[in-house]
Nanobody
């Protein structure tokens, strides 16, 4: 059973930065970040292919968030800059071996989530 473990959540003031990390127990072709704000559906934020320099971002975070992978290709990070109160959510890491995109239901493995709170 592959497991994902997120870390790095916390509280920050608007304009601040946080760095999230997701460690997989073994290699996955694609790793992604989603988030779910209170009362809202879970939304895709970014994905990255672990073996190729291919990544994409949702418009809501483009230019502020950066997804990256480490050399082991079993961990990804999400650097979040210029945070806004609207970024407050539980952030989830997801992984899959045959799909890389924005469709939540197509990811096979999910982490437990890490809370990010951005105050104004």
């Amino acid at each position: 059973q592959v497991r994902l473990m997120e870390s790095g959540g916390g509280s920050v003031q608007a304009g601040g930065s946080l760095r999230l990390s997701c460690q997989a127990s073994r290699f996955a072709t694609c790793m992604a970040w989603f988030r779910q704000a209170p009362g809202k559906e879970r939304e895709w934020i970014a994905y990255i292919y672990t073996r190729e320099p291919v990544m994409d971002y949702a418009d809501s975070v483009k230019g502020r968030f950066t997804i990256s992978k480490d050399k082991s290709m079993t961990a990804v990070n999400l650097q979040m800059n210029s945070l806004k109160p609207d970024d407050t959510a539980v952030y989830f890491c997801a992984a899959d071996w045959t799909y890389c995109g924005l469709e939540e239901r197509r990811y096979a493995i999910w982490g437990q989530g890490t809370q990010v709170n951005v105050s104004s």
